[in-house]
């Protein structure tokens, strides 16, 4: 009888485990080249949901947002009631110049679209709630430039680690060894066996 209660201990313990750690984590897959340098197309993301759900966005956080029709990765630039501009191919965030040292070039003279948003040929005031994301390689990202600001409740989680281009099936060998783990620390000991079948003896 106490084997069945162990393993309904351990069932009971580790689905909700499993659970939580998916809510908490994900992986995601980066298209296209909008955030090179430092994150390439067809590679692997760690993603973490559980910052952005206690805390407001910060400066610099790569965040994945929720576009409408998908999911894209940027890099967050301003935060409610900062005034953006593009200046001589520099960013000016509350009339300051932004120093980016991990965007893939100088950003271009000319906007590749002309939007209410896109910082060249006007300032922009970012309004309460929202953040304003861009990509790293700036002048071929499609960001806040031209879809605007995003809420607060559109982005989907932050970008903890850059993984390897692969399938996401290695995210449930991560889960498998979590099993094996409690698996193994509910199987009985040598050393307990005989402890046993001493006190029987």
Known sequence: MRKYKD???????????IIVLRWAISTD???GNSMLPNFHNHEMVL????????HPPTYNQVVIVDEGSMNIIKRVEGLPGDTLQIKNGRLYRNGKVVNEPYIHEKMASAEPYNTPYDLLH?????????VFVMGDNRNISEDSRYFGPFSYAQIKGEV??????VPTWWMYLVYLGIV?????????????ESRILKNRA
């Open 7 to 17: 393993w309904i201990l351990f069932v009971a313990i580790v689905i909700p485990l």
């Open 29 to 31: 897959i980066v298209e």
């Open 47 to 54: 993603t973490e949901h559980i910052t952005n759900e206690f």
């Open 122 to 130: 006007h300032e922009y005031t970012v309004p309460k709630g929202h």
């Open 160 to 165: 903890i680690s850059e993984m390897f281009p």
């Open 180 to 192: 094996g783990i409690f698996v193994w620390g509910f199987l009985p000991s040598k050393k307990n």
